[in-house]
């Protein structure tokens, strides 16, 4: 089993950043990949940004140059680092990971961007 806790969000302005966190039970470099999804209010749950175990890294094309995702494998930690925060980006931020063919996620963390 395993078990993700996400950390880091809180309310900013637009313009600003905020760097999220995601500590997983057990060797993070184990896992297929891990990702970042984002759950606004009245919209479907979509992908902000993936990286695979070997590090390759992927973004929602409306993230791209301002979101940053990044993997420790000694702390098993995964981050997402956010700059130019935007009012769009606001939403509940979920941590995800595949481990032998199973999706795993956390409970979220909120992100809010007022402009």
């Known amino acids: 089993q395993v078990q993700l806790v996400e950390s880091g969000g809180g309310l900013v302005q637009a313009g600003g950043s905020l760097r999220l966190s995601c500590a997983a039970s057990?060797?993070?470099?184990?896992?297929?990949?891990m990702g970042w999804y984002r759950q606004a209010p009245g919209k479907q749950r979509e992908l902000v940004a993936r990286?695979?175990?070997?590090?390759?890294?992927n973004y929602a094309d409306s993230v791209k140059g301002r979101f940053t995702i990044s993997r420790d494998n000694a702390k098993n930690t995964m981050y997402l680092q956010m700059n130019s925060l935007k009012p769009e980006d606001t939403g509940l931020y979920l941590c995800?990971?595949?481990?032998?063919?199973?999706?795993?996620w956390g409970q979220g963390t909120q992100v809010t961007v007022s402009s």
């Open positions: 990286i695979t175990w070997s590090s390759s890294t």
């Open positions: 057990g060797s993070i470099s184990n896992f297929n990949y």
């Open positions: 995800a990971a595949n481990y032998v063919l199973t999706n795993y």
